[in-house]
């Protein structure tokens, strides 16, 4: 049986978010815009719906005089995550067995 994809989780860029946040304790805005590549507005966007389902919280603090946003994972989130990849891993791997 292949576990749920989780639907908030799928979508390309929130996946790549929570890859980089599975390795961090927090990341800054700006420095995860630039690994997976996309705008402020985009990125904010998809932080906005990882917060929404409870899977991100995000912090405010001023930092070199200016305010900066850093992202981190809830304990929902990486449960989630974890889920997320192991449904991923069970796809794949039925799919290799029906491939032969």
Known sequence: ?????????????R??????????????FATLRDIIEVSDS???KHLSAL???GYVTLR???????????AAFT????????AHLAALQ?????AQAALG
């Open 1 to 13: 049986m292949i576990g749920a994809i989780d639907t908030v989780l799928h979508a390309p860029a």
């Open 15 to 28: 996946l790549q978010i929570a890859a980089v946040l599975a390795r961090v304790d927090e990341v800054e």
């Open 42 to 44: 985009v990125l904010s």
């Open 51 to 53: 917060g929404e389902a």
């Open 60 to 70: 405010k603090a001023a930092q070199d005089g200016r305010q900066r946003t850093w």
């Open 75 to 82: 304990p929902k989130g990486a449960r989630a995550f974890r």
């Open 90 to 94: 069970a796809l794949v791997d039925s």
